[in-house]
């Protein structure tokens, strides 16, 4: 049995097509996606649609979708152009169906392979997992403080990653508690795997939205289970950035919430954090206008925005 995992789309449809297309023609039997599916670019009522067309997928939510939830019967006008006006719009991109989709969709998923008897879980973030072990030293934000170089070689990355899991005590106690098993998550946007014993653990970093500087294309994990076991393959895949950014700068959202959609198309360009940079700009140039509403009001998210562009 093959498996293909993918998570965090973000609404790239473009890289959610080049993955499932290699992963059919990889030959994978099931889908496992790891939640967020929309949120941060334009096509989200489409990758949600073509995931729940799907009869050979297991799916569960992710903190997004519990960020859409929330945002449902808001009034547009209410958030325009400012800090919030791209949860409103994504909740309102999605139509009655999606929205229905995703809210019924588990937290959390587990089931066994019947030819290797390996149980499988599944969560959107690793903090349910192994607590803080990885997320304390390997986020977006901790990649471009960490190297400074442009672009990173995966292979360095998941070296790091491996070391610094195998000598961090929270990860040690952690996997002392879990059960034998293949266990699946994403949300840091960071590929890696690591076995320790009898337990895997992946991440198949963001198929949409990848932050850890490393090489092109949109990532995922296929797996391969059988009498022999386990075996893993960490695959990323090519897809036209450029077509793709020229239809994110024609869209709806690009129209109505320009701020964050040119983050993220310069995180898409460098596959590197960016907005968590501009949050903080953004709050140290509210404290300085003496702007103390939060979230951002269109006037100081705009004009943050600009002073931070020219930096």
Known sequence: MKYAVISDIHGNMDALDAVLADAEKQSADIF????????????????????ACMDNAFVIRGNEEQYIERMQGEDEGRWEGGQM???????QALGDESKMFLRRLPERKQFRDEESGVVFHMSHSSQDIIGNAELSKFSCPAIPLMYKERELKHSQLLCDI????????????????LEDGVYIFGHSHIQWFMQKGKKIFINPGSCGLPMDSCERGAPYTLIEADEKGIRIEERRIPYNMDDFIKKFKESDQYKKVPVWSNIRIRELQARREHLYFFLKYAEEYAERT??????FTR?????????????
């Not at 006037?299 to 930096?311: I, S």
């Open 32 to 51: 496992l996606f790891a939640g967020d599916y929309c949120l941060s670019m334009p096509f989200p009522e489409q990758a949600v649609q073509r995931i």
């Open 85 to 91: 006006h791209i949860s409103c719009w994504c909740a």
């Open 162 to 177: 491996r070391k610094h899991l195998s000598g961090n005590e929270e990860f040690q106690r952690q996997c002392d508690k």
């Open 290 to 295: 003496g702007d103390s509403i939060r979230p």
């Open 299 to 311: 006037k100081t998210w705009e004009a943050a925005y600009k002073e931070w562009e020219k930096r």
